[in-house]
Nanobody, 123 residues
Framework: QVQLVESGGGLVQAGGSLRLSCAAS????????MGWFRQAPGKEREFVVA????????VYADSVKGRFTISRGGAKITVYLQMNSLKPEDTAVYYC????????????????WGQGTQVTVSS
């Protein structure tokens, strides 16, 4: 089992920035893909970005390209999501997820999920 814990959410004004963190523990392996998804009220869960822990290769959703950046680092498997130029439509619960597959945007390929952290962007 892998446990994922997100942190860093909060309330920010439009145009502002936030950085989310996700720390993995348990049966962590260097071959994992780590991803971020988000879900706004009344909407389906949406892919945001994913990174291969080994290679560092990334996949971004078009809606966040140029504004969000995923990175990895630390002694433990930790990924960061730097979110800049935030928009009200970025408001959602952001979930960290881990997968044994290559980075991709399909939630069904992610076996482990965190509890989520709320991001609210005010206009």
């Amino acid at each position: 089992q892998v446990q994922l814990v997100e942190s860093g959410g909060g309330l920010v004004q439009a145009g502002g920035s936030l950085r989310l963190s996700c720390a993995a523990s348990g049966r962590t392996e260097s071959s994992y893909t780590m991803g971020w998804f988000r879900q706004a009220p009344g909407k389906e869960r949406e892919f945001v970005v994913a990174i291969s822990w080994n290679s560092g290769s990334t996949v971004y959703a078009d809606s966040v390209k140029g504004r969000f950046t995923i990175s990895r680092g630390g002694a433990k498997i930790t990924v960061y999501l730097q979110m800049n130029s935030l928009k009200p439509e970025d408001t959602a619960v952001y979930y960290c997820a881990a997968s044994t597959y290559a980075p991709q945007n399909l939630a069904g390929f992610y076996e482990y999920w965190g509890q989520g952290t709320q991001v609210t962007v005010s206009s």
